[in-house]
């Protein structure tokens, strides 16, 4: 069987249709929502200093909201028993924000999650080479969790 390709426009549409589909019945206008953003790195990467996530910049519509930005550094989320290189000298940098559905860009946004995992230019973390973010949707309203 051929590989299919995900720059297809087909796929990509699908994609697209799909996780906003998800996104659209999971979370309605005034359920409140945490969004997460977990990017994990090397203790010494200072990739974080020098460029802070642009999840809350580009895809979060209020400035004054995105100065509520809480942002916590935690050890590892990974264990000892995962392939993540030596665990213990690696980091989860954790952003969250608290908000509604109309605060956040989320057609965009969900659509730049979905290239995270190709060679694409709508990546996220443009010039972060390593693998390592993860984005979730806290629907606190209903106590549900959206990763896509």
Do not use: W
């Amino acid at each position: 069987m051929p590989l299919v390709q995900h720059e297809d426009k087909g796929n990509l549409q699908q994609i697209e249709e799909r996780i906003n589909g998800i996104f659209n019945k999971v979370f309605h206008d005034n359920d409140e929502i945490l969004l997460v953003t977990d990017i994990h790195c090397e203790k010494n990467d200072i990739f974080l200093q020098k460029r802070p996530t642009k999840v809350y910049q580009k895809y979060i519509k209020d400035k004054q909201l995105r100065r509520k930005l809480q942002h916590m550094v935690l050890p590892s989320v990974f264990s000892e028993d995962e392939d993540c290189g030596d665990y213990e000298e690696m980091v989860t940098h954790r952003f969250a924000l608290s908000c509604k559905k109309h605060d956040i860009r989320f057609k965009p946004l969900l659509t730049a999650i979905s290239y995270e995992d190709f060679p694409h230019p709508s990546k996220i973390l443009k010039g972060f080479c390593r693998p390592g973010i993860d984005i979730y949707f806290v629907n606190v309203t209903k106590k549900m969790i959206y990763q896509c």
